[in-house]
């Protein structure tokens, strides 16, 4: 049966896994998930895939490493549904943001090139009454002007990435210079996709050095990661557009 099969143009489960290094699962779950097309069934009720289930399939894989599983399924089932400017739609946005990373990343370097060792009085210490004037500010402010909840900076002062002093006539929470520069380079990586427990040893180097040198190696690795995921758009493109004219 396998080779009256092939004879015809038509591909077993198997055969389509083996040629992507899959299981047969994986394909029933690809076609159920509405990745490929529907398949065809024999008279024993087994399902038959052609070469164009083999460019879905290899279209899918090449749309992950640069959209992600999630977009790259929902791109998959538009097209299949017939709904082709819904799946451009949803490439556009992967392309918008990767241009926002690709902005995100070059604000972090900017940042990170105008910092300077904080002067004037010691960590902590706030001039009574100045709220959010020239001694620091307070945490809603500074949440207000980043865009954050006042909730997500009291996380980060416990993970270590700021360290607010206490106005000591009201206890509040007071942000100098160099926390205020803390929570905006926090800010920036936590955009970039850096999780908390990375940030803290970034952060950390940064106060001891002052600039830009020990992130050097991080920022050098989150261009290899945007550059990675921009070619890998260009390859799912191609693989993509292959699939189109198949079904075309």
């Known amino acids: 049966m396998a080779q009256n099969l092939q004879s015809s143009g038509q591909l077993r489960p198997v055969d389509l896994a083996r040629g992507h290094g899959l299981s047969t699962q994986a394909v029933r ?127 980060w002062e416990r993970a270590g990435l700021v360290r607010p002093g206490r106005d000591p006539l009201t206890g509040y929470r007071v942000y100098d210079e160099a926390d205020v520069r803390d929570a905006r380079l926090a800010h920036q990586l936590r955009r970039g996709g850096y999780l908390l427990d990375q940030i803290a040893p970034l952060i950390a180097q940064v106060r001891a050095a002052g600039g830009l040198r020990p992130l050097e190696a991080a920022l050098s690795d989150w261009h290899g990661r945007l550059s990675a995921r921009g070619r890998a758009m260009l390859t799912g493109a191609a693989e993509l557009e292959a699939y189109l004219r198949g079904r075309d």
């Open 29 to 155: 779950n690809y076609e159920e998930a509405g990745i490929l097309p529907a398949a065809g069934r024999t008279s024993h009720g087994y399902r038959t895939y052609t070469p164009l289930h083999a460019r879905a399939l290899g279209a899918f894989l090449a749309l992950v490493p640069g959209h992600g599983h999630r977009t790259a399924t929902a791109i998959m089932r538009a097209v299949n549904q017939g709904v082709v400017d819904e799946a451009f739609r949803l490439i556009d946005e992967s392309h918008t943001q990767l241009l926002d990373d690709r902005r995100t990343l070059r604000a972090v370097e900017s940042a990170l090139r105008d910092l300077a060792p904080t002067t004037g009085a010691g960590r902590g210490e706030v001039v009574p009454g100045s709220g959010s004037g020239s001694g620091g500010t307070f945490i809603g402010p500074l949440a207000e002007e980043l865009g954050l909840r006042p909730a997500t900076l009291r996380k």
